[in-house]
């Protein structure tokens, strides 16, 4: 099982550009989630899937579009890239596990490193 | 408004001995909380959680302690060992949600 895989690895844009960051799932999850990590920051979600086809706002979301078309694959795009979006972006997902309560924990990717010029 | 927070951005120990790291939480609501690992150029990884009906778990080397009433939770290593030595994000989940909620961090420094 090759987990959760991200890509690019690495990217850099120049401001207005635009990109898709894909990443992938073998391990059945229902739940995926994009994640931007900053110094001083921590882990702050972007936006997040609950399955199939659904896709939800997290913390940050402005400037960011996602699709889940695929249970596998979550696409986080950026539009028109700005300088304040040059971060480390990390995809993770989850088996739910609401049911379960107290047992679900999320599985991250190695995370892609984006510079906006 | 960070609803999760780990005050000590660095934390050094010797070899052998006690780490202890700290996170605070604003949001009563919580119910579910998780530590993870990171390695540079790496995601994080899972490392131990704890339910709110719980108020210590244990798993070899690593304990979670959970203080409801303080709204704070701590991790402890014993013994540090040089491979502890990474960034330590602890989060938190609210019943019935599943979006989780990260601290900033702690980057512990384990010196042989």
């Known amino acids: 099982n090759a987990g959760v895989t991200q890509t690019p690895k690495f990217r850099v844009l120049k401001t207005g550009q635009s990109m898709t960051l894909l990443c992938a799932q073998d391990?059945?999850?229902?739940?995926m989630y994009w994640y931007r990590q900053d110094p001083g920051m921590g882990l702050r979600l972007i936006h997040y899937?609950?399955?199939?086809?659904?896709?939800a706002k997290g913390e940050v979301p402005d400037g960011y579009n996602v699709s889940r078309l695929k249970k596998q694959n979550f696409l986080l795009g950026l539009e028109s890239a700005a300088p304040s979006q040059t971060s480390v972006y990390f995809c993770?997902?989850?088996?739910?596990?609401?049911?379960?309560?107290?047992?679900?924990?999320?599985?991250f990717g190695p995370g892609t490193r984006l510079t906006v010029l | 408004d960070q609803q999760v927070k780990q005050n000590s951005p660095s934390l050094s120990v010797q070899e052998g001995r006690i780490s202890i790291l700290n996170c605070d939480y604003t949001?009563?609501?919580?119910?579910?909380f998780l530590w993870y690992k990171k390695y540079p150029a790496e995601g994080p990884t899972f490392l131990i959680s704890?339910?709110?009906?719980?108020d210590k778990n244990e798993d070899g080397r690593f304990t979670v302690f959970l203080n409801k009433s303080a709204k704070h939770l701590s991790l402890h290593i014993v013994p540090s060992q040089p491979g502890d030595s990474a960034v330590y994000f602890c989060?938190?989940?609210?019943?019935?949600?599943?979006?989780?909620?990260f601290g900033s961090g702690t980057k512990l420094n384990v010196k042989p």
């Open positions: 993770a997902s989850s088996s739910g596990g609401l049911a379960g309560g107290h047992t679900d924990t999320q599985y």
């Open positions: 391990m059945n999850h229902e739940y």
């Open positions: 899937s609950v399955g199939e086809g659904t896709t």
């Open positions: 949001n009563s609501m919580f119910d579910y």
């Open positions: 704890i339910s709110s009906i719980k």
């Open positions: 989060a938190a989940r609210k019943y019935n949600f599943n979006k989780f909620y």
